[in-house]
């Protein structure tokens, strides 16, 4: 069993996490609305893993202005519209969010799913998980990137399946080695016998997975940005 010092601070980790996904859920629904709808969903979940981390990138990198906001008259249009532009890097932090928010998705489902049907493929219930959460990361993943590139390219559903195809895979395949790496250090190194899906410390665990999949994928996303691959946001 894990001991009850990380089973304590895997509670308040998960709490706090869902706290700040519910205070920028409440603020997107109460006016901050983003420009891509798909947004709107990106934030609450990187919160659920990243915690704090997640809720001061949203206030600091992805809080739109509420309708009335704008008091500047015609003149200082210009100055509002640089001093709102991004650094590169938090554009790419932006991007890997995206990814990550769909990598986070399919891969909860995915360990849910195993668990609740207690199915086992290969052999082997990591193996399981890789291939269950890749599968299911990448559609999610491909959904949301669809659903970003077309509007802002204005491309048809085919043509829009290409380019999230093209813009996602790298980015994806980056965030579930760094994901992938950590869950076998849980499974191999880190406990003899590694929790299970019903208990916070599975979950928190899984948190940390992702951070540590987020950071294999912001090089990636960088790369991305800046060859045009991806959209910046």
């Known amino acids: 069993m894990p001991p009850e010092w990380l089973r304590v601070i895997s509670w308040i980790t998960i709490v706090a996490s869902i706290v700040c996904a519910l205070i920028v859920l409440a603020d997107i629904l109460l006016g901050r609305r983003q ?26 990198m992805g809080r739109p202005k509420a309708e009335g906001d704008d008091h500047a008259g015609q003149d200082g249009g210009e100055h509002d519209r640089k ?42 219930k990591l193996l399981s998980a890789y291939f269950v959460d890749f599968v299911l990361a990448y559609a999610f993943g491909i959904v949301f990137q ?38 076998a250090l849980n499974h191999f190194v880190f406990f003899a016998t590694p ?27 960088w790369w991305l940005v800046r060859s045009g691959l991806k959209e910046a946001m």
């Open 83 to 124: 001093r709102s532009e991004k650094p590169f890097w938090q554009t790419v932090f932006v991007a890997t969010s995206h990814c990550g928010a769909g990598c986070t998705i399919g891969d909860t489902i995915g360990e849910t799913a195993l668990f609740l049907t207690g199915l086992v493929l290969f052999g082997s």
């Open 195 to 221: 929790p299970e899906p019903n208990t916070a410390t599975y979950w928190f665990l899984m948190q940390l997975a992702m951070i540590v999949g987020f950071a294999t994928s912001y090089p990636a996303n």
């Open 35 to 60: 420009k891509m709808w798909v947004m709107d969903v990106v934030w609450p979940v990187t919160c659920l893993y990243f915690g704090p981390v997640g809720l001061w990138a949203y206030w600091t």
């Open 146 to 183: 669809f659903f970003t590139i077309a509007p802002m390219r204005d491309l048809g559903v085919g043509e829009g399946l290409v380019a999230a195809a093209k813009a996602d895979t790298v980015s994806l395949v980056a965030f579930e080695v760094g994901m992938f790496a950590f869950m």
